[in-house]
C-alpha cells in the first residue's frame, strides 16, 4: 500500500523522523493537493470503521431454537399435543418462545459493540489543503494528509506529529494509562509499546491541551482504533459454564430418556405382548414424566431474580447467563484505573529537606490528614509554603457539584496539587487574592516546567515553580531548611528520594521558588534557570479504592485468582498491586516481556504473575485466551476501547458504567454502575448463590420426575394397570414445576459461600453423590406412589381411588422434599431452616389447594379421573411424606458424620 514505508512495519512510523514520514507519504509539511487528495479517497476509502457482518434478523430468530433442551421442550408439546392437553401444550409452547425472544434481544445487543467503537471516530477536521487551512469531514481524510490539533479536538486519524506546542492527550480509552500523555515529535524505538509511542497522537483519543500538526498515516480499517474493531469482530464470544453443562446434561437426559421409552416399548411388546396402541400410550406417559419440562423456564425465573438483586448493587446484566458466570469465575482480570482505583490523581507523600509527610486520604475531596513517623502533623509555615506553591503555580480548578462531588477542570496532577493545598487548610480564593498572579511560563515538553511570577499588595515578589525533579534540580541553588532558611544544595539526598518515590509507584514533581524584584512584571527564561530554592519533592499516584482492597481480599478467600493487567508503566502497576494484595512477592511482566513467550510457555507462567503492565489489547486478549486454554473461567473487567476484545472473549466481561467507553460497555455481559471492583466481588457471591439455587431445583426436579418415570415402568415390566395416566403425570409436573419448584428460586444465600473455593470448570451439573442422591428419592417417590397405589386395589377400592391416592402420594411426598431441597447437605430441623424461606411455605399451601381441587372439585374429577379420598386415605398419603422425609434428612446426617460431602461437591 502507498502508505506504507518499504522495510518497515505496519506500525513502524513512530521511529521515523517527521520528514522521513512525510517522505514516505508523499506529501509536504504544506499538505496535499486537492486532485492529490481526491485520487487517494478513491484508493484508499473513507476514513470510516467498516460495518460488521451480520446473521440478518430471521436467521438471528431461527439460531436460538438451536438448544437440546429446546429440542425435547417442543417434543413435550407435542406429546401433549397428541394427548390433547392443550393448556400444557401452551404452557410448554410459552416457555420456549420467552427463552428464544431473550437470546434474540442478548444478540442484538452484542453486537452494538462495533457501532460503539465506531462513533468514537470525529466528525471533522481541520486540515492543511494547498497549504491553506480546510474544515472538512473526518471521513474524506486521507494518507499524507495534514492536520491542525488543538485543545479540545478529537484525534480524527493516525498522526505521525510534525510540530507540537504543549499537547497532552487522553489516551486511557485506548492505552489505559491514567493521565493526559505528554507529546514531542521526536522519533522512538521500533518496539517501543503503544503508551510509548510520544511522537503518535492515534485516531479516537482526546487532545487535553496545547496544539500541534500532525501526517495522517493511517485512516479507516487501518488506525489502532480500527485495528480493535477488527480483533473484536473475530473474537468468539464463548458459551457460559452453566450453558455448558446444561447443553450436556440434557443431552444425557435426552439420550436415556430415549433408549428407556424405546427397551419399554420394545419389553412391552415382545416380552408380554401387550397391544402395541396401550403399549403407545404407556410410553407416552414415561416420556412425559421423565422430562424436566419446568427446567428452562425455573432456569430463566432464578437467573432473571439473581439480575433483580445485582442490579440493586450497582451491577446491571445485560445477558442473563452472566449472572451464573460470575459465580463460577476461578481468575479475575482487573484493569487497574478506574476499576481498582478511583482515577482520580493525590499527593501521597511530600519530600522536604528536613521530613518525609505521609497525606491522608484519596481523591479530589480535600478530606485527609499529614503524618510525620504515623503521628499527625498539623500544618505548620513550612507545609504551608509548601502546599502554596502548589496551589499558586497551577492551572486547574476544583469545584463541588450539587451532590457535593468535586470535579476537576484541568490536568489530574494540578488536580492532585490544589488538593493538597485545600488539605493544609488554605483558602484559594484568599490566596490568589493576596498574591495574584503577574506573568507565566506555562509547560511545554521542551522545557519541562511551568513557572509563575506572583506579587503581593506590600511590593513583594515571588517566582514559583513545577517540573521534573531532574530538571528543578538543574535550575535549584539551595533548598529550604528546617527554620525556614535556606541552606546549600544536597542533590544526592534529592536523587535518593526521588529514586525512593518512583520505586513506590509515584510520579513526581519538584517545587521550587526564588524572590523577584517589585518592579518585574515578566517573566522570562533566564529568570529561573537558576537560583531558586527547592522547597519540596511530591509524590502523586492514583491510589487504590479501600473498598477494593477488601473485595481483592475477599475473592481469595473465595479461591479466585485477581490478576491486574494495565497500560500503566510497571513500576506504577507493582506499587498499586502491592497495596491492593495483588502479586505480592510475585514478578510483574510487561507486554514486551509477553510477546517474547510462546503460547504453551505462557500458560507455564500465568499461574505465578499476578501483574501485566504496559499491555496491548492484543496483549489481554491472550491473557484471556491462555487462562481459558489452562482451563479457568474468566472474568475481564476494562473500560475502554483497548478493553473491548478481551471482554468480549471472557466468560463474562464486566465493563464501567460511569467511566467507561460504549465500546467496553457493549462487548461486556455486566456493567457496573459504580465503576468499583467491590461491586464485582458482590456480584460473584450472588453468581453462587445463582448456581446454589439452580443446583438445588434440578435436585428437586429430577426425583420427581425420576419417580413417576420408575412408577410407569413398575407397571409396564409386572403387567400392573398404570398408577397413574399420562394427564395425571402431566398434572403433578404441572402443579410440582409451576409452585413448587419455583420456591427455590427464591432461597436466601447460606452462609459460607464466599469461603468455598470455585467449582471445577469442568464440573458436571450432576456428580456421582447427586445421582446417588436422585435415584435414592426417585425410588422413595415411586415406592410411595406404587405402595399406597396396591394397598388400594388390596383393601378393595376402586381404580379411580388408587389412582387418586398414588396421585397425592407422589406430590405430598414431593411437598416434604422440599423442604429438605433447600439445603443439599445441611439439616433442615431448625426453625430457620422450615420457616427461612416464605416462599417455600406459600408454594405448599398454593399445591395443598390445587392437590383438594384435583381431588374434590367436579371439573378436574371429570378431566383427570380423580375422585375424593377418605381421611385414613389422606393420613396414609401424609405418612408417606414423612418417611421420605425422615429418610432425605438421615442421608444427610450420614454425610455430615463421615465429611463424605467435601467428596461430593
Same mark, same amino acid.
Given at each position: ?6 522495510? @518497515?512495519?505496519?506500525?513502524?512510523? @513512530? ?7 512525510? +517522505? &514516505? ?24 470503521? #467498516? ?7 430471521? %436467521? ?157 498515516? !493511517? ?17 468468539? &464470544? ?24 424405546? $427397551? ?21 406417559? %414415561? ?172 511590593? @513583594? ?25 535556606? $541552606? ?59 473498598? &477494593?482492597?477488601?473485595?481483592? &481480599? ?52 500465568? #499461574? ?46 464486566? !465493563? ?5 467507553? +460504549? ?83 427464591? +432461597? ?96 405448599? !399451601? ?60
Amino acid at each position: 500500500m502507498e502508505n506504507r514505508l518499504p522495510g @518497515h512495519t505496519d506500525h513502524a512510523w @513512530h521511529q521515523l523522523t517527521p520528514q522521513q514520514a512525510l +517522505e &514516505a507519504q508523499q506529501s509536504t509539511s504544506s499538505g496535499l493537493g486537492e486532485h492529490e487528495a481526491g485520487e487517494r479517497l478513491q484508493r484508499h476509502g473513507h476514513n470510516r470503521l #467498516p460495518p460488521p457482518k451480520r446473521r440478518g434478523p430471521l %436467521l438471528r430468530l431461527l439460531y436460538q431454537f438451536h438448544n437440546v433442551l429446546l429440542y425435547m421442550m417442543l417434543g413435550a408439546a407435542l406429546i401433549t399435543a397428541l394427548l390433547g392437553h392443550w393448556v400444557d401444550t401452551s404452557v410448554i409452547l410459552a416457555a420456549v418462545l420467552i427463552n428464544v425472544i431473550i437470546g434474540f434481544i442478548q444478540e442484538g445487543k452484542a453486537e452494538n459493540a462495533l457501532d460503539a467503537i465506531r462513533n468514537m471516530l470525529s466528525p471533522h477536521a481541520m486540515v492543511l489543503r494547498d497549504g491553506e487551512r480546510h474544515e472538512i469531514d473526518a471521513e474524506r481524510l486521507v494518507p499524507g494528509d495534514v492536520v491542525l490539533l488543538v485543545s479540545g479536538d478529537k484525534v480524527p486519524a493516525d498522526l505521525r506529529l510534525l510540530s507540537v506546542k504543549n499537547l497532552l492527550v487522553e489516551e486511557a480509552a485506548l492505552t489505559g494509562e491514567s493521565v493526559p500523555v505528554e507529546k514531542s515529535v521526536a522519533h522512538c524505538q521500533a518496539d517501543a509499546a503503544l503508551g510509548d509511542r510520544r511522537c503518535m497522537a492515534y485516531s479516537g483519543t482526546l487532545v487535553s491541551s496545547g496544539q500541534a500538526t500532525g501526517l495522517v498515516v !493511517a485512516t479507516g480499517a487501518d488506525t489502532e482504533l480500527g485495528r480493535i474493531g477488527a480483533m473484536l469482530q473475530q473474537v468468539q &464470544a464463548l458459551s457460559t459454564p452453566l450453558l455448558r453443562q446444561i447443553e450436556q446434561f440434557s443431552r444425557w437426559l435426552a439420550v436415556i430418556i430415549l433408549i428407556l421409552a424405546l $427397551a419399554t416399548f420394545i419389553l412391552g411388546i415382545l416380552w408380554h405382548g401387550q397391544n402395541p396402541g396401550e403399549m403407545f400410550m404407556m410410553v407416552v406417559a %414415561l416420556t412425559a414424566s421423565a422430562i424436566p419440562e419446568g427446567l428452562p423456564a425455573i432456569m430463566t425465573v432464578i437467573l432473571a431474580l439473581g439480575v433483580q438483586r445485582m442490579a440493586g448493587h450497582n451491577a446491571i446484566v445485560r445477558r442473563l447467563p452472566a449472572v451464573e458466570t460470575l459465580g463460577s469465575v476461578t481468575v479475575i482480570c482487573s484493569d487497574k484505573t478506574g476499576t481498582l482505583t478511583r482515577n482520580e490523581m493525590t499527593v501521597q507523600r511530600v519530600v522536604s529537606a528536613s521530613r518525609i509527610l505521609d497525606i491522608s486520604g484519596v481523591g479530589y475531596a480535600p478530606e485527609g490528614a499529614f503524618h510525620q513517623d504515623g503521628k499527625l502533623l498539623e500544618p505548620d509555615n513550612a507545609l504551608l509554603e509548601i502546599a502554596r506553591a502548589a496551589q499558586l503555580c497551577n492551572d486547574g480548578r476544583l469545584q463541588q457539584d450539587a451532590a457535593g462531588h468535586w470535579l476537576l477542570h484541568g490536568d489530574p496532577t494540578e488536580g492532585a496539587l490544589l488538593t493538597l493545598a485545600l488539605k493544609s487548610g488554605l483558602d484559594i480564593a484568599t490566596l490568589q487574592a493576596q498574591l495574584p498572579r503577574s506573568d507565566t511560563i506555562p509547560f511545554e515538553s521542551e522545557h519541562r516546567f511551568m513557572a509563575t511570577l506572583h506579587h503581593d499588595h506590600a511590593g @513583594h515578589g515571588l517566582i514559583l515553580l513545577k517540573g521534573a525533579p531532574e530538571r528543578v534540580l538543574e535550575m535549584c541553588a539551595s533548598q529550604r531548611d528546617a527554620d525556614g532558611g535556606d $541552606a546549600s544544595l544536597d542533590a544526592d539526598y534529592w536523587r535518593r528520594q526521588a529514586t525512593d518515590l518512583a520505586a513506590r509507584g509515584l510520579r513526581l514533581l519538584a517545587l521550587a521558588s526564588k524572590p523577584a524584584a517589585a518592579e518585574q512584571r515578566t517573566l522570562r527564561f533566564d529568570d529561573v534557570e537558576s537560583g531558586l530554592t527547592l522547597l519540596a519533592l511530591v509524590g502523586i499516584i492514583d491510589p487504590p479504592r479501600e473498598e &477494593a482492597i477488601a473485595a481483592v &481480599a475477599e475473592c481469595q478467600r473465595a479461591g479466585i485468582r485477581v490478576k491486574m493487567i494495565t497500560g500503566d508503566h510497571a513500576e506504577t502497576a507493582r506499587a498499586i498491586g502491592a497495596q491492593l494484595g495483588i502479586g505480592v512477592g510475585l514478578p510483574a511482566m510487561t507486554g514486551a516481556e509477553l510477546e517474547l513467550l510462546d503460547d504453551r510457555r505462557l500458560r507455564e507462567v500465568l #499461574p505465578n504473575i499476578e501483574v501485566f503492565a504496559r499491555a496491548s489489547p492484543e496483549h489481554k486478549l491472550r491473557l484471556v485466551q491462555s487462562m481459558q486454554d489452562s482451563g479457568q473461567v474468566v472474568a475481564m473487567t476494562g473500560d475502554g476501547v483497548n478493553d473491548a476484545p478481551a471482554l468480549k472473549r471472557a466468560d463474562v466481561g464486566v !465493563a464501567m458504567g460511569l467511566k467507561g467507553t +460504549e465500546a467496553a460497555k457493549e462487548a461486556a455481559e455486566v456493567v457496573l454502575a459504580d465503576d468499583n471492583f467491590a461491586t464485582i466481588a458482590g456480584a460473584v457471591r450472588e453468581g453462587r448463590a445463582i448456581y446454589d439455587n439452580l443446583k438445588k431445583f434440578i435436585l428437586f426436579a429430577l426425583p420427581t420426575n425420576g419417580g413417576q418415570s420408575l412408577i410407569v415402568i413398575f407397571a409396564i415390566l409386572f403387567q400392573v394397570v398404570l398408577p397413574l395416566t399420562p394427564a395425571q403425570v402431566l398434572w403433578i409436573n404441572m402443579v410440582t414445576s409451576s409452585t413448587l419448584g419455583l420456591a427455590l428460586a427464591f +432461597e436466601p444465600t447460606e452462609r459460607g459461600l464466599m469461603n468455598r473455593a470455585p467449582r471445577a470448570p469442568n464440573e458436571p451439573l450432576l456428580s456421582g453423590f447427586f445421582i446417588w442422591r436422585v435415584v435414592m428419592v426417585s425410588v422413595l417417590i415411586a415406592g410411595a406412589g406404587i405402595g399406597l397405589f396396591l394397598w388400594e386395589l388390596e383393601l378393595g377400592k376402586s381404580l379411580e381411588s388408587a389412582r387418586t391416592t398414588a396421585v397425592n402420594a407422589v406430590v405430598m411426598c414431593e411437598m416434604f422434599y422440599l423442604l429438605n431441597s433447600r439445603s443439599i447437605f445441611g439439616s433442615v430441623l431448625s426453625r430457620e431452616a422450615l420457616l427461612g424461606n416464605r416462599a417455600v411455605l406459600v408454594t405448599i !399451601a398454593i399445591c395443598l389447594v390445587l392437590q383438594l381441587l384435583f381431588t374434590y372439585a367436579p371439573p378436574l374429577q371429570g378431566v383427570f379421573g380423580s375422585v375424593g379420598l377418605s381421611l385414613d386415605e389422606w393420613l396414609r398419603v401424609l405418612l408417606a411424606g414423612l418417611a421420605l422425609f425422615s429418610v432425605a434428612e438421615l442421608e444427610k446426617w450420614v454425610v455430615r458424620r463421615f465429611g463424605l460431602h467435601a467428596q461430593a461437591t
